[in-house]
């Protein structure tokens, strides 16, 4: 699994949401987030809806920094 799953799924845990939950909220369909299981990494639009749900940084999405802070 891709280091994006990784962090998306951990932070869908953290709020205590099942991914396609979330993506339900956020418009985003059950096979997009399948596809993410399966290692594709979602578009830049995607990832910034993403990181701004979530408070934190495009690059902790994807693995890329370690803090999880977005301030």
Same mark, same amino acid.
């Given at each position: 699994m891709s280091n994006f799953w990784n962090q998306f799924y951990?932070?869908?845990r953290n709020m205590d949401l099942r991914?396609? !939950? /979330? #993506?339900s909220k956020l418009?985003?369909?059950?096979g997009t987030?399948?596809?993410w299981k399966n290692g594709t990494i979602p578009n830049g639009e995607t990832l910034m809806?993403? !990181?701004?749900?979530?408070d934190?940084?495009?690059?902790y999405l /994807? #693995?890329?920094e370690n803090a999880q802070?977005?301030?």
């Open positions: 951990q932070l869908c991914p396609t !939950a /979330l #993506g418009n985003i369909s059950s987030i399948n596809n809806k993403l !990181a701004d749900f979530f934190v940084s495009v690059d /994807l #693995g890329r802070s977005n301030s």
